[in-house]
């Protein structure tokens, strides 16, 4: 799906939970009231969900002009829009909107500070798939406005063997899951590592990326170092008990990509809305 269709889907859902009717603006606002408002980012950092705010504007029918760009770091009380409409639209408009911006403004905020924290060494950070459910295109999306890279997002696309697959494979071994893959046109084949064993049959089976899940930096250096003299150019991703104390020790360790569990359960940050009608 695109984002624009992705943002239309998680802004339907927002405002259906509002109801069908705002009963309290229906006995306190002239139909015919016009306003503007403005978004203020209270606490400052970086923007995001600006197209899923859109989203839920167009929905009420009213419009937003954005004053800084998705992706931006702005101050402490910034102006970052403004609302322009119906008053009634604007008041159903304001809570789904500010839950979505709040959201992916805490999202990107904290993966600005880890794609920082790496800064020089060429490492890129990722999500995981541990995202709020039915809002997994917002949560990728304030990644990505961040600074942060796209992941796998479905079980479609890339092939990843964690523990449980592990356990699962049986007989045929992982080599045989690993050619049915290919057949079916799956080019990215991703095994998660937990010991020296594993790691060297992941090599010998085809896998093109090892995810060292759990290790120090210091055993993930030897990991990456055996890996890549099995298999030269394959890509190694530091995952599992990653913060912003330890994330540039892993980069600097060997690890090409990092991805990060609590980047998609980032604080809310504080934004506000002030409404002016006229």
Not at 34 to 57: H, K, N, P, Q, S
Not at 177 to 201: F, H, I, M, N, P
Request: charged share 20%.
């Amino acid at each position: 799906m695109s984002q624009q269709s992705d943002a239309d889907r998680i802004a339907a859902a927002a405002l259906a939970e509002d109801g069908g009717a705002d009963v309290t603006t229906l006995v306190t606002v002239s139909p015919n009231a016009t306003a503007d408002g403005l978004i203020e980012y209270r606490d400052g950092g970086v923007l995001a969900g600006t197209a899923f705010a859109d989203a839920v504007a167009r929905a009420c029918r009213c419009t937003i002009t954005w004053l800084h760009k998705e992706g931006s770091t702005v101050g402490p009380g910034t102006t970052v829009a403004r609302v322009e409409g119906h008053l009634a639209a604007i008041l159903r408009a304001e809570r789904p909107m500010l839950n979505l911006l709040q959201r992916a403004c805490g999202i990107a905020t904290v993966t600005r500070a880890y794609v920082d924290a790496l800064r020089g060494t060429g490492c890129r950070i990722l999500h995981t798939r541990k995202t709020a459910p039915g809002l997994r295109a917002l949560d990728v999306a304030a990644v990505v406005a961040g600074g942060g890279q796209r992941h796998r997002i479905d079980l479609a696309h890339e092939v990843m063997v964690k523990d449980n697959h592990w356990q699962a494979l049986g007989g045929e071994g992982l080599g045989a899951a690993l050619s049915k893959a290919r057949k079916r046109g799956v080019g990215a084949l991703y095994v998660e590592v937990e010991s020296l064993d594993q790691l060297r049959v992941a090599c010998s089976a085809g896998a093109t990326r090892l995810l060292v899940d759990n290790q120090t930096p210091e055993t993930m250096m030897e990991w990456a170092r055996l890996a890549r003299s099995l298999v030269p150019g394959i890509e190694i991703e530091a995952t599992g008990g990653i913060s912003l104390a330890n994330v540039r020790d892993y980069a600097e360790a060997g690890a090409q990509l990092i991805s990060v569990e609590s980047l998609t359960s980032a604080p809310a940050m504080n934004i506000s809305f002030r409404v002016q009608p006229y």
